[in-house]
Each structure stands twice: as C-alpha cells, then as structure tokens.
C-alpha cells in the first residue's frame, strides 16, 4: 500500500467529486459543506451550484481538504480549513480552548468498498500536515468517543477518539455534541 495525500486542488477537483459529489448532478448532497458553511448559504444552495462552490474553493490559495490516494486511485477526502472561518467558531457546542488560529479537521471519508484497509489513520495524518505546512499552530477535530463500540457509518464521518489519539491527538475538552449516539469530545494536535 503506498498512500499520499494531496491537497484538494482545483486539478483534483474530479477526485473531489468522486470523494464528496452526488451520484446525480442534481441531487442536493452535503458536498461536505454542511460544517464548511453558515446554515442559511448551505440551504441555499441546491444541487449542481454545490458542487460548484465546492469548484471555486478548490481554486483558491488554500484547499478545501486534502485527498488520499492508493497509488493513483483516490481513497480518501478530509476537510480542514482554518476554524475562524467555520461554523464551529461560532457554535457553542464545540468550545475554544484558546486563543491559537487553530485549524480543523471535521471530515474524513474513505471511498465505499475501500474502507477497512488502514486509510484513515495516513488521511487523517495528511490532513493534519497540511494544515501546518500552511501555517497552522495547531490542529484539533471533534470526532466521536465511541470507546471502541461500532460507529453507525451515516455517522463515522466525524471520526473516533481513537483514531485521533493513533494520529497523535490528545483530548482537551468535551462538547455539547452528539453523533450517532456518541459525545462528542475536541482533540488536538
């Protein structure tokens, strides 16, 4: 297995949709803009304009989110942006430690009939990376405190305490989220 991650570049953008595109152009799926966007624009924007919004963040200086791939086979999305610019700034469901401009990563997907394979753990790192490599002080996720139980998948895209811990993250507060069950606890690296 030979995994890189990639930032989601505008040359990238078929991959992106392959990642987080609807499988009809018009379908109004999450185009992983449900925690990128205030809930007013992410309701506004219907069916192929979200696939386009997520094109035009593709083509600015920083990426959406970075890709994984298995050689040349793109395996893997995850979301990371500065948290100033994110809903989560504003929530006070996930609260802020600090005052560092952190990063944060609030979206990990492995490709349907892909998973299973060890790809988060390389996707989640990447992400990371590339939040620091553009200047990040730190990175924090809000992923799920299942304690090893199995995570509903409509769910698992949030992530577990677990594999952010095997990333190198620690927890440093909980939340006043739920997924699937599950608290919700910010990690941070």
Known sequence: MSITVQPATLGRFDDVATMIGPKRPDANVCWCLSHRLDSRTNRELAGPARGEYVRDLCARDVA????????????????????????????????????????????????????????????????????????????????????????????????????????????VADTGSVAGGFPRVLMRR
């Open 64 to 171: 959406p989110g970075v890709l994984a791939y298995d050689g040349d086979e793109v395996v893997g999305w995850a979301a990371v942006a500065p948290r100033a610019g994110l809903p989560f700034e504003r929530s006070p469901r996930f609260p802020q430690v600090d005052d560092l401009p952190v990063w944060s990563v609030w979206c990990l997907r492995v490709r349907p009939g892909r998973r299973g394979r060890g790809y988060s753990l390389p996707l989640l790192e990447g992400a990371a990376a590339y939040a620091v490599d553009r200047g990040a002080p730190a990175v924090e996720g809000y992923p799920v405190d299942n304690a090893g139980a199995k995570v509903d998948l409509t769910m698992a895209f949030v992530g577990t305490r677990g594999l952010f811990e095997r990333a190198g993250f620690t927890k």
